[in-house]
């Protein structure tokens, strides 16, 4: 089994910024996608971000230019850094990773943008 922990989720103020973390237990190569999902109660899960083989990135057209993915493979660690955050970026976010077929996920963490 693989764990991925996130961190760094919390309460801020409209227009302040975040950094998320998810550290997996196993080794993570670029042929291994990985990204975040996001769920705002009463909402549809959906894609904010992946990164996939090297460093080609992916983004939700409702964050591109605010948020942007990063990994460091010799970490093993995925990051979401996000600007201009907004209300409605609201949500439980979900680190994954994908290791030939199976995908693991994070135990969500939640981001509270307050007007």
């Known amino acids: 089994q693989v764990q991925l922990v996130e961190s760094g989720g919390g309460l801020v103020q409209a227009g302040g910024s975040l950094r998320l973390s998810c550290a997996a237990s196993?080794?993570?190569?670029?042929?291994?996608?990985m990204g975040w999902y996001r769920q705002a109660p009463g909402k549809q899960r959906e894609l904010v971000a992946t990164i996939a083989y090297g460093t080609t990135t992916n983004y939700n057209a409702s964050v591109k230019g605010r948020f942007t993915i990063s990994r460091d493979n010799a970490k093993n660690t995925v990051y979401l850094q996000m600007n201009s955050l907004k209300p409605e970026d609201t949500a439980v976010y979900y680190c994954?990773?994908?290791?030939?077929?199976?995908?693991?996920w994070g135990q969500g963490t939640q981001v509270t943008v307050s007007s």
């Open positions: 196993r080794t993570i190569s670029s042929i291994n996608p």
């Open positions: 994954y990773a994908n290791y030939d077929g199976p995908t693991y």
